[in-house]
């Protein structure tokens, strides 16, 4: 689940473990659009970093 919003002006994505609308947490995973370039230009190291036991 995600929802997109403002912060400061600034367009921001916040994701969302929880499928339920109503129990979202009060602190999601947030970012903005300069961290999102960041998360793709790096994507397959997160992935392997995920991936690890």
């Not at 403002?6 to 916040?14: A, R």
């Not at 970012?31 to 036991?53: M, P, R, S, T, Y």
């Amino acid at each position: 689940m995600h929802e997109f919003s403002e912060f400061k002006g600034n367009k921001m994505l916040s994701l969302f473990r929880e499928k339920d609308e109503e129990d979202k947490p009060k602190w999601p995973f947030a970012f903005g659009k300069n961290k999102a370039k960041l998360i793709v230009e790096n994507l397959d190291i997160i992935k392997q970093f995920a991936e690890e036991e």
